[in-house]
Each structure stands twice: as structure tokens, then as C-alpha cells.
């Protein structure tokens, strides 16, 4: 079994290895049909920015995308640069840079990787895939009867934030970057996924299709490893197969197919303020021009944020949506699994948490308020304040930062929580309505803790679950997303998620001196 592992884990990294090298490679050669489409596509006026591209791309022959996408920056620098001068701004090319190569490299791309896309797609995918079932499969053998398996997970440089933990960081950071400030980079990566993308919207891939169905792998590879892991715990069973059907058929599936069905892009389970931008002008007017389906749209997400969200907070916690649903909870139950104990349990770190999660759902009501009252009243500006400046600080530093390279990169030292426990406004906004206003709670029999610390280690959001066992306390916190995991690690059968009535809910520390206090009275109240 550990020789099937070990091939397994060769496998994988080869695949992984042709994976991440695809971006500095290929051949591109701008002809004259795909230079007319792309001009005709993007509506290009620009004469400065034609006769350089024709003077610079035009027939030319690039290898590697880090040959031509300096160009092509330079040239729509030089000609906006131009074209500001001379305040001619209906010649301004708005198109970023970095989608502009992606573009003509989609189009112009030439050679062995654009003519074997089925072929590529084994040697990076496939190979990944199957190197990783290899490797996890045979777990099911090798870690025995069911139970609780942690053993040696601080003394392997993969989960101990060894020189395997740093890789992966480096690979995720990486990743996340190429993803949102190099889109051009990942033009190979588009290849190997276009017939997937044609069968499903009819239209070839682009780099966040390539996103998307590579979330959908790595949350299903990982969720084999979870099933297997947590094979004596039905409820861990049910949340992976929870969050990875909505990852998949909601988040993935649905909006494609109502892309070919010329309907708007839509997550029907993505709630506002984490789908920041469903209040953002192009988003509304998409909405608003595309009939029926746009209006119900509209309503949904409304009904959704305003309703939906906090009657379910209200029965069942917050656990509903981020441990159930959610996209990004399912990637840090799946992916971020093997490095939940990294998650900071100090006083320092939860200080931190509560102003910066809090200040982050403060920055979105803002800048939602902002984008509304610049909407109805048809002004860029509010209070002097450019709209537009706004939205495109948050999508950078949160959207982008702090959602994608931080939140997701930064699992192997941070712990797999890192954008759920300090950064989503949506969770903050679920941690407000189940502190004070649900049923939820997670119930503890403090005669039974013998105080081995696993649910503290194991809890992702740095929660002193211990502290509570150990006093008998019902654990209440905003923070919780009762992923379960620190009762499916207690080898006493200590802690109980439960939704019951409100009172009793919250019980607070009993200070008990001398022995005249009566136990079962204290016991009955609670």
C-alpha cells in the first residue's frame, strides 16, 4: 500500500509539474484574420495602437507569453498615453493589459499545446487526479478501524509548516496571482479545459472557467480524503457531500449552462455582501435588460441577504450556509483540512479578527450604500467621493488580496480559515445574527473532558473549545462555524452540535467558593 502512495505522489507531482510550467511556455503568431477579429472584438479606434501592433506583433513569432505580453502593455500604454493628450477619449482602450494579451494569445496561439488539448489535459489534470486517488485511497487500509486520525500530523513537514508546507504556500500564492494579476499567464491553462467549456456554455474557456473547474477537482479529490478521514462521523459524511453539490451543480454547473442559454452568469447561492459586486452598476443593468430571469435575479439576491440568511442563522447557525454551502468553506473543509491546527487560538489573533471582519462588512455597506445612491441618482461621485474608486479598492484589496492570495494561499501557515475567520463580510454578518438571535449551539459535558486539547488543536477558527468543555459551558460564539470537527476529534463524546431553544443558550462562568453552594440546584439552571 505505501509503494501505491508513493507512485501516486510521483504521478501527481509530474502532473502538477507540467501544471506550472504551461505558462511560460507556447508559440503565438498574430495573422491577419485573427488581428482583424480582435480589433473588431474589443471595438478597437485606436489608429496609435493598430500600427503598433502591426508594426511589433503583426506576423511576428512570440514564445512565451512573457515575450508578448510586455509588448502589448506597452502599446496600449503608449497609445492611451496619447490619446489622453489629445482628450480624444472615445480612441482610449479601457481593456486591461493583461486581458488584452490573454486575448490575442487565445487567439494567435500556435503549436503542440492549442492542437492536443485532450492530451494536456491528461498530463495535467488527469495525472494530478489520478496520482492523488493513489495516494489517498489506500488510507483506507492503512489507517484501520475508524476513529479519530491525527497521529503524526505535527511531525510531517507537510502539515507542521515544514519545507513541503512552504511549497504548497508558494504554489497556492502563485497560483492566486497568476489567476488575478496575470490572466495573460494562464492562456495554456485555458486550452486544456475548452471542451469542457464548450459542452457546458458553448463558449471556450477563459481563466476563471479554469478557476472554477479546478476548484470543482480539488474540492472532490479532497472530499474522497475527508470521506475516508471522517468515515466514523455521519455528519462530516453529509457536510462534504453537502458543500461539494453546491460547489459543483450551483457555483459551477447552473451559471454556465444559463451562459448558452443567453441568461445572465449567476450563483443562486452566493449571498451579498460575499458577492460584493450584485449591487454594482454593470451587474444591474445586465439584470435589469435581461427580461424575466435578470428581475427574478434581482429579487433573489435580496430575499436571500435580507431573509433567507438570517432565518436559517436562526434555526440552525451559521454552520448552514458556511459549512454547507458555501464555496469557500468547501475548499477549506476539503483542501484546507490537513492544516486546521495552524489557526491561531491567542487573544491577540481573536482582537484581530473581530475588528477586521467587522471592518471589512463595514467597507462593503459602505461602498454598497455608495454605489446604490450613485445608481438611482445617476452621478459617478457621492459627497465628492469617485464611486468607481471605491469599488475598485475593495475588489483589489479584498476581493482579490485578501479573498484569494491570503484567504486561500496562506493555508499551509495560517490555517484554513484565514478570509472566513478574518475577512468575510458575509460571515460576519451570520456571526452577528447567531450570537445574539439563534438556536444554535454546541452543548458540552464538562464531567467527561479529560482535557486532551484535540478540539482547541483541531478548531479552524482558533476557538478555546477546551476552555468551555472543561467548565461544562454551552460554546456560543459568532466566530463558530460548527463545522463539527472538535466533536469528531473528542475521544469522550464531550461536545453535542444542537439547535434547541433559546433559553438556556448562554450560560455564564460560575464562580464557585467554598462548599456550602448547592451542585444540582447550579446544575438544574442549567
Not at 403 to 415: D, R, S
Request: hydrophobic content about 45%; charged content about 15%; proline content about 3%.
Amino acid at each position: 500500500m505505501k509503494a501505491i502512495k508513493t507512485t501516486g505522489l510521483i504521478i501527481f507531482f509530474i502532473g502538477l509539474a507540467i501544471f506550472s510550467v504551461l505558462p511560460i511556455l507556447g508559440t503565438y503568431q498574430l495573422d491577419a484574420p485573427t488581428f482583424k477579429n480582435v480589433i473588431g472584438e474589443k471595438n478597437i479606434k485606436s489608429e496609435v495602437f493598430i500600427l503598433d501592433l502591426k508594426d511589433k506583433v503583426y506576423n511576428k513569432t512570440f514564445n512565451g507569453m512573457q515575450s508578448l505580453s510586455p509588448v502589448i502593455a506597452k502599446a496600449i500604454t503608449e497609445a492611451n498615453k496619447y490619446h489622453i493628450k489629445n482628450k480624444e477619449w472615445g480612441k482610449k482602450i479601457y481593456t486591461k493589459p493583461s486581458d488584452m494579451s490573454a486575448l490575442i494569445g487565445k487567439k494567435s496561439a500556435v503549436g503542440f499545446i492549442p492542437e492536443n488539448k485532450g492530451l494536456m489535459w491528461f498530463l495535467t489534470f488527469g495525472l494530478g487526479i489520478i496520482g492523488a486517488l493513489m495516494f489517498i485511497l489506500p488510507n483506507v487500509i492503512l489507517l484501520g478501524k475508524k476513529g479519530i486520525k491525527n497521529n503524526g500530523i505535527y511531525h510531517e513537514c507537510s502539515t507542521n509548516k515544514g519545507w513541503i508546507g512552504w511549497l504548497v504556500f508558494f504554489f497556492l500564492v502563485s497560483f492566486y496571482i497568476v489567476l488575478y494579476f496575470g490572466s495573460e499567464y494562464a492562456t495554456n491553462w485555458t486550452f486544456l479545459v475548452d471542451p469542457i467549456s464548450e459542452f457546458l456554455s458553448g463558449n471556450l474557456a477563459g481563466h476563471w472557467f479554469v478557476y472554477g473547474f479546478m476548484y470543482c477537482v480539488v474540492m472532490t479529490v479532497m472530499a474522497v480524503r475527508m470521506y475516508i478521514k471522517y468515515r466514523h462521523n455521519i455528519y462530516q459524511v453529509f457536510r462534504t457531500t453537502s458543500v461539494l453539490f453546491f460547489q459543483i451543480v450551483f457555483a459551477f454547473i447552473i451559471p454556465e449552462i444559463m451562459v448558452r442559454l443567453q441568461m445572465p452568469y449567476y450563483d443562486f447561492k452566493n449571498a451579498f455582501p460575499l458577492d460584493y459586486d450584485f449591487f454594482f452598476k454593470w451587474n444591474l443593468n445586465e439584470l435589469l435588460t435581461s427580461g424575466g430571469i435578470g428581475l427574478f435575479i434581482l429579487v433573489w439576491g435580496i430575499v436571500l441577504t435580507l431573509v433567507i440568511v438570517p432565518i436559517m442563522v436562526y434555526f440552525f447557525g451559521k454552520r448552514w450556509y458556511c459549512s454547507w454551502v458555501c464555496g469557500c468553506g468547501g475548499l477549506a473543509e476539503t483542501l484546507g483540512d490537513p492544516y486546521r491546527q495552524h489557526s491561531s487560538k491567542s487573544l491577540f489573533s481573536w482582537k484581530v479578527e473581530r475588528y477586521l471582519i467587522h471592518s471589512v462588512l463595514l467597507f462593503a455597506i459602505i461602498m454598497t450604500g455608495l454605489t446604490l445612491f450613485s445608481f438611482f441618482a445617476e452621478t459617478g461621485t457621492v459627497l465628492g467621493i469617485k464611486v468607481s474608486s471605491i469599488q475598485t479598492a475593495y475588489s483589489l484589496l479584498i476581493g482579490s488580496v485578501f479573498a484569494g492570495v491570503i484567504g486561500t494561499g496562506f493555508y499551509p501557515i495560517f490555517g484554513n480559515r484565514v478570509w472566513c475567520r478574518f475577512g468575510c463580510p458575509l460571515a460576519a454578518y451570520l456571526g452577528f445574527v447567531q450570537r445574539f438571535k439563534s438556536r444554535f449551539r454546541i452543548t458540552t459535558n464538562g464531567g467527561q473532558c479529560i482535557s486532551c486539547g484535540n478540539c482547541s488543536t483541531y478548531c479552524e477558527q482558533g476557538i478555546d473549545v477546551r476552555a468551555y468543555a472543561q467548565k461544562g459551558e454551552n460554546i456560543v460564539r459568532s466566530s463558530c462555524v460548527g463545522c463539527g470537527v472538535c466533536s469528531a476529534v473528542c475521544p469522550r463524546g464531550v461536545l453535542k452540535l444542537e439547535n434547541g431553544p433559546e433559553d438556556g443558550r448562554i450560560n455564564p462562568t460560575e464562580i464557585l467558593l467554598g462548599n456550602d453552594v448547592d451542585l444540582m440546584d447550579l446544575l438544574n439552571k442549567k
